[in-house]
């Protein structure tokens, strides 16, 4: 029948790993946590991506590594259990923060994440393989000189990919959207997507058809709230 995972950070051991938990159709769990990570510092930030066919997931995190933290990924079954080495796909001077991957139309995926490595913070991607290697050289998504953080990424129906990501820009913290070829070579120019004077922040992207649905917290009434917005894909909201 159909179950789902969830992940998350968790610190019951004193320092923080990634644990998973299997869920029925119906959200009840499946089993007990799982803890998945097991590494000599900090691992953090997690989210998973589905395999397809034959299950399993591809989890991507950060982990702290000689004082920098870098992105991982790591091949899991259904139940949690390693397949495979954990696989490094970042390698900055800097911190590469918050991965996020989407599976691509053929075999493989594309990974996204925040990276200091120009001494502020911008949106990087690379190509994966259906194991997780990196295939590609990084590419820089971001192109302005001003901090980009938080991004997300989904499938495309036509084997592209759009992209979200946390913006200052303009002064305070906005949402922007950018096309990715298949390969995650960015194709359009960057839009943004939200227009008020408080902090729109934490973004996510779904896609159906031709038109993507975003939602992020903003903090236009005094605190920060839910918001949802709709629109043709690479066009302002």
């Known amino acids: 029948g159909v179950e789902y995972a969830v992940v998350w950070t968790d610190s019951r051991h004193g320092e923080t790993e990634i644990y998973l938990r ?3 159709g119906d959200g009840q ?3 007990g946590a799982v803890r998945i990570t097991d590494v000599p510092g900090d691992a953090s930030g997690p989210s998973l ?3 397809g066919p034959g299950g399993g997931y591809m989890l991507a995190y950060n982990e702290r590594v000689g004082g920098a ?5 790591q091949r899991i079954n259904v139940n949690g259990q390693p397949l495979g080495a954990r696989l490094q796909i970042s390698d900055a001077l800097g911190n590469s923060s918050r991965p996020r991957l989407a599976r691509r139309a053929q075999q493989g995926f594309v990974a996204t994440w925040s990276d200091t490595r120009d001494n502020q913070n911008e949106i990087y991607a690379a190509e994966l393989s259906a194991l997780g290697v990196r295939q ?3 590419l820089r998504i971001t192109e302005d000189n001003f901090s980009q953080t938080v991004p997300a990424i989904t499938p495309v129906d036509d084997g592209t990919f759009a992209v979200v990501w946390m913006d200052r820009r303009s002064g305070d913290e906005e949402i922007y959207v950018r096309r990715l070829d298949a390969g995650g070579v960015p194709r359009t120019p960057s839009v943004r997507v939200s227009n008020d004077p408080s902090t729109s922040f934490v973004p996510d992207v779904a896609v159906s058809g031709q038109t993507f649905g975003m939602v992020w917290y903003d903090g236009r009434h005094g605190e920060p709230e839910i918001y949802f917005h709709r629109g043709p894909l690479g066009c302002p909201l």
């Open 22 to 24: 299997r869920l029925a």
């Open 29 to 31: 769990p499946i089993g």
């Open 49 to 51: 991506v589905h395999l």
């Open 69 to 73: 933290v870098e992105a991982y990924v």
């Open 136 to 138: 590609s050289d990084l």
